[in-house]
């Protein structure tokens, strides 16, 4: 994109992370699980899978902007974030304001696709979106705090659906919180040094060492919750080796993980796109 678009348009673009794709895929899966796991035909569902897609991108960059509004200062400290563009100073809060603006307008567009219950339980986010930012100043469990604002999408799903929030979509929605956990704290170990310096509070900071452990519970209590609800219906050959092939494949990449490495831990951050991916597939399949 550097060589295709002008600097001022590769900033706002570098501003809500579009070179990195992963952000709005990790807010996805969780939408695209929900809806995967419905027993309804899924040509019904496409218009679904499209709106969802198009406000996980939107509602992703807010969520990026919002969090560099309030934290650039912090930014501008950390090796990793400062050369962000309201950090380095290369976009104005004001224009990025406007901006922001803009993509929450399109973002309650997509939700007032939905019914009126759904619209108003999507509209209760807003203001934890908001308070995300602050949460690494007052407590150690950010991670925790982002796993409730990012699978906000299973509980709309629930809703749109079933106009509540069921048992089964309430444990979905847990072990994605887990999930989200896990993966996070992966990513906060590639800014554990620079965190402590700066007195930024994280689940990286909090488990420091014992870091690994906690993480492969977290992804293991996921994934054992999976697979309740995937056979709480019906339980067959195919669908328990397509299982524990994910479970081992998963836990496995876990096990491998280098918490002392920056490198390392970026890189098993990104593969749980990947683990997304076929955990989706595994859904939609079963």
């Known amino acids: 994109m550097d060589k295709i678009f002008p600097e001022k348009i590769n900033n706002y ?16 899966w969780p939408c695209w699980f929900s809806l995967a796991y419905l027993e309804f035909p899924q ?9 969802f897609f198009i406000g996980s991108v939107i509602m992703r960059s807010a969520g990026c902007i919002i ?10 400290k950390i090796e990793r974030t400062a050369t962000r563009p309201l950090a380095s100073k290369k976009i104005t809060n004001f224009n990025a304001i406007i901006f922001l603006s803009i993509l929450l307008t399109i973002g309650l567009l997509i939700l007032l696709q939905f019914k009126t219950q759904s619209i108003l339980v999507g509209l209760l986010s807003t203001p934890l979106i908001i308070l995300y930012p602050l949460m690494k100043r007052i407590t ?23 106009g509540t929030i069921t048992n ?35 689940t990286a900071v909090l488990f420091e060492d014992k870091g690994k452990y906690l993480v492969l519970t977290f992804y293991t209590l996921m994934l054992i919750m999976i697979g309740y609800l995937s056979f709480s219906h019906t339980i067959e050959i195919l669908k328990l080796f397509a299982y524990f092939s994910i479970f081992i494949y998963i836990i496995v990449n876990i096990i491998r993980w280098d918490h002392k490495s920056e490198q390392n831990s970026g890189k098993k951050f990104r593969q ?15």
């Open 13 to 28: 673009f570098e501003l809500i992370r579009l070179n990195k794709p992963i952000g709005f895929m990790l807010l996805l």
């Open 272 to 286: 749980n796109n990947f683990f997304g991916a076929i955990i989706f597939l595994y859904l939609l399949s079963f």
């Open 140 to 162: 150690f469990w950010p991670q925790l705090f982002l796993g409730i604002i990012f699978n906000w999408g299973v509980i709309i799903c629930s809703v749109e659906f079933f």
């Open 43 to 51: 040509q019904y569902l496409l218009s679904y899978y499209i709106l």
């Open 168 to 202: 089964e979509y309430l444990i979905l929605y847990l072990a994605c919180v887990l999930w989200t956990i896990g993966y996070d704290t992966i990513y906060a170990y590639q800014d554990l040094k620079d965190d402590k310096k700066n007195s930024i509070k994280s």
């Open 67 to 76: 969090n560099d509004l309030m934290d650039q200062d912090i930014d501008s």
